[in-house]
């Protein structure tokens, strides 16, 4: 079955700085990943997706980057702000097969004010 | 709409003990997934439903789980008898079409 790793597990950057998660899957057939933000307490919420018939995509200071050769997709993060920290997490999933959504361990930003 | 709704938020019981735990999808959506978070695992998907019927359970870790889709607006998992490994957080969400997934707050299992 399909297997997402994610790095870091940890990442603390100063306000104003970019960041950058990085996910790696193994199931070829995987088209479909998103990206989830857990805040402390709650549920993971949807922040983006991409598809793998797309190579980026980007919403206002958050940008997916996918590289299907090399099965790994990123998420990146530009001028960071202090609500920005939370935990991440990557996903994977095969469109039209299964339903199952497998996600990596998460990585927990901190925004250093 | 109110989101996905779980009870209890917290639950502590002793081992051997039953355990309940209920979630609302949100109205017209038509999948249900159970999942279970622990710092050593992360995000586990236990079982999931599409219109109340159970597709795949192969993540129920045991015997001891169990769950259940009566109709479309509740749905149930239960652990019976609860061992002190199944303390953590245990998330409800449910989507159309399987696409974009809304989770509830969650309900956080302490097996004392």
């Known amino acids: 079955g399909e297997n997402v790793e994610q790095h870091p597990s940890t990442l603390s950057v100063q306000e104003g700085d970019s960041a950058v998660i990085k996910c790696t899957y193994s199931d070829s057939a995987s088209n479909y990943f998103p990206w989830y933000k857990q805040e402390l307490g709650k549920g993971p919420q949807l922040i983006i997706d991409i598809r793998s018939n797309v190579g980026e995509k980007k919403d206002q200071r958050i940008a997916v980057t996918l590289n299907k050769t090399a099965k790994h997709f990123s998420l990146h993060i530009t001028e960071t702000q202090p609500e920005d920290s939370a935990v991440y997490f990557c996903a994977a999933r095969v469109e039209g097969g299964s339903e199952k959504l497998v996600f990596g361990k998460g990585t927990k930003l901190t925004v250093n004010p | 709409d109110a989101g996905v709704i779980q009870s209890p938020r917290h639950e502590v019981t002793e081992m051997g003990q039953e355990v309940t735990l209920r979630c609302k999808p949100i109205?017209?959506?038509?999948?249900l997934f159970w999942y279970r978070q622990t710092m050593m695992r992360g995000l586990e998907l236990l079982i999931y439903?599409?219109?109340?019927?159970?597709?795949?359970d192969s993540g129920m870790p045991e015997d001891r789980f169990s769950a259940k889709m009566p109709n479309a607006s509740f749905s149930t998992l239960k652990i019976q008898p609860s061992e002190p490994r199944d303390s953590a957080v245990y998330f409800c969400a449910s989507s159309v079409r399987s696409e974009k997934l809304f989770f509830g707050s969650g309900t956080q299992l302490s097996v004392l």
């Open positions: 109205s017209g959506h038509d999948y």
């Open positions: 439903f599409n219109n109340n019927v159970p597709i795949d």
